[in-house]
């Protein structure tokens, strides 16, 4: 089956969750809106009023299938490609993980944009400092706390032990992001979390996903995404 991934050209944000499953799977599938037309296609897709249309994306499609959220995506792609574990309990528990992930990937937008989206950075900028030095004082040492800790109680080489899954490649995403939009904040808080920055490198080092990194399908980060680098936010 060829997958067909729909999320915006020009960033990563939340469908870089779904691109990181897609190519550590080796999943045969195309980045749709990155391609000639490929926005409208996907505009088109979310105005149908028929069967299961998508509310945003990302959104997957796989035959018939129509897949939105990236946790649902998710779940559905780590069943299928050795990204999750085989019983049911530990499926959910995965997916438990990650949509603790999809709630602190909504606090590190919020850093850049509390008061909404429908404000420019720049109509926000006081309010974007304060909610910046709470998120780093209280909300970081509880999610990344939450997650060290469960990898270091594991004991094993991934954060629910011996086997990769698509958690993992979602953390490594989280610590690269969080790297790019808080250098010096984060070079600070990382001997912290020395489990996840080795969990990390050990996602960054396999095969696919070296190769992945080093090719123009990762899209660099930017200040369009959910990551983004403002110097005054950063102090």
Known sequence: MKYELYYWPEIQGRGEYVRLALEEAGADYVDVARGSRGSAAMMKMMEVHK??????????KAGKLVIGQTANI???LGARHGLAPKTEAGKLWVHQLQLTITDLVVEIHDTHHPLGPS??????KLPAKKRTAEFWDERVPKYLGYFEQ?????????????????????????????RYAFPKRM???????????????????????????????RIPFNEQGIFRRYRELDS
């Open 51 to 60: 069967g299961t249309p998508p509310f945003a994306p990302p959104f997957l």
């Open 119 to 124: 404000l420019y950075y720049e109509d926000q």
């Open 74 to 76: 998710l779940l559905y």
């Open 150 to 178: 469960l990898f270091t109680e594991n004991g094993g080489a991934y954060i629910t032990g011996r086997r990769l899954t698509y958690v993992d490649l979602s953390l490594f995403q989280i610590v690269d992001g969080l």
């Open 187 to 217: 070079k600070a808080f990382e001997k912290k979390i020395l489990g996840l920055v080795s969990l990390r490198d050990r996602v960054a080092a396999r095969p696919n996903i070296k190769a992945y990194l080093a090719s123009d399908r």
